[in-house]
């Protein structure tokens, strides 16, 4: 089977994106043929030559990088299927499409949308469930529909930022609403890009301009005392049929960061090797641990995610309450990232992972093919 792994793209989170598709390309079953395309931090998208992947597969802590070969440039065809991507006139004939990609136009439905119009399989969540839960917001309204525990938040919108009169009442309100410390976060960035914590209006007033150099929305949160939890889950929530292991939803062994930083912040994830510690299991009794993957299951499943999700958790260290902090449709695949870790601390190693992500792809896009679209 021919796989594309797309990797890079114009987001924060590009070169993480490096390190993660590398280790997925290593990861994948050897009798299927790796496709590399890199995509730009200008958005374009370029075919990578076969000696990149070797390069990778000798060194297993080698990141993946892009070369800009005007000849190799990818084209794209909608509703051509396995012909849908063209290089120099010629079909790549792509069975299936991996796109490690982070953060913004890999994670928010914007590609998942663009693979729907050329009708190829993929791997994660639809374009759907992609661009809601890339918008922490939304994710938050939709869990307290549900029923699901959010941390206590507001949403300052860029028209607010823009009126003096607004943004101070706006200020006062949520001074009295959430009181200090709170932390500000863009609602549609990820790895903690413009995210920092404020203990005092000035603190806030510059957050919050740093944040809106992500995002023109912007989420601000009670800050609480509180233990970071994370569950993996894998699986189709909308169509998993009872008698299909493939397709079943499931959360794996929660783990728990200890950052050493102020809060588990973008250098704390990527660059300090230091930055905190995994703990898995997490600390918790067997009845919490299962509480959080069941509640990482009905966060999932409201949402409508397929594929694959790292839920995160916050549990209040003086009052113990669980709280739901977001969710992550395509969750770091780094030799330090979480989501492979705890769903290999259940028993699925890498490669059995990246094998069930594909064919739980596959069953879905089977599915959607049974579908009507016209009379």
């Known amino acids: 089977m021919n796989i594309g792994i797309i990797y890079g793209g114009r987001s924060g989170e590009h070169e993480i994106s490096l390190i993660s598709a590398a280790a997925i390309a290593r990861g994948i079953s050897k009798e299927n043929n790796i496709v590399l ?12 030559d076969k000696s990149e992947f070797d390069r990778i597969c000798k060194d297993k802590n080698a990141a993946l990088t892009i070369s800009e070969d005007p000849a190799k440039l990818v084209n794209i065809i909608p509703g051509a299927k396995k012909d849908s991507f063209v290089v120099a006139g010629k079909s790549l004939e792509l069975d299936l499409v991996f796109p490690a990609l ?60 823009m009126d003096s009169v607004l943004y101070d009442a706006f200020l006062d309100e949520t001074e009295k609403e959430l009181g200090y410390p709170m932390f500000v976060k863009p609602c549609c960035a990820g790895s903690s890009n413009g995210a ?44 998993f049929p009872a008698d299909s292991d493939e397709e079943a939803v499931t959360a794996y062994i929660p783990g728990e960061i200890a950052p050493t930083h102020t809060f588990y912040d973008f250098d704390a994830k990527y660059n300090d090797p230091d930055g905190a510690k995994l703990l898995i299991p997490a600390e918790l009794s067997e009845n919490d641990l299962e509480k959080i993957r069941k509640t990482a299951c009905a966060a999932y499943k409201v949402l ?64 959607k093919t049974k579908l009507s679209t016209s009379r």
């Not at 395309?37 to 990578?48: A, D, M, R, S």
């Open 37 to 48: 395309i890199g995509i730009t931090k200008n958005g374009k998208w370029y075919l990578q």
């Open 102 to 161: 982070h953060g913004t136009y890999g994670e928010d439905g914007t590609i998942q949308g663009l693979f729907e119009m050329a009708d190829l399989p993929y791997v994660g969540c639809t374009h759907i469930s992609s661009a809601l839960t890339m918008d922490k917001e939304k994710t938050k309204m939709i869990w307290q529909a549900a029923g699901l525990p959010v941390v206590p938040y507001v949403c300052m919108k860029r028209f607010v930022m």
């Open 196 to 239: 920092a914590k404020a203990k005092d209006r000035r603190e806030l007033c510059y957050n919050l301009m740093e944040a809106f150099l992500w995002d023109d929305k912007v989420l601000i949160e009670k800050s609480i005392n509180a233990r970071e939890i994370e569950c993996s889950v894998t699986g189709n929530s909308v169509t």
């Open 304 to 367: 409508d995610a397929t594929g694959l999700a790292r839920v995160d958790f916050f549990i209040d260290k003086d009052t113990k309450a669980v709280y739901l902090n977001e969710i992550n449709t395509m969750p770091g695949f780094t030799t330090i990232s979480m989501f492979p870790k705890m769903c290999e601390a259940a028993g699925l190693d890498f490669e059995s992972l990246t094998n069930l992500l594909i064919e739980e792809a596959l069953k879905r896009y089977e599915a």
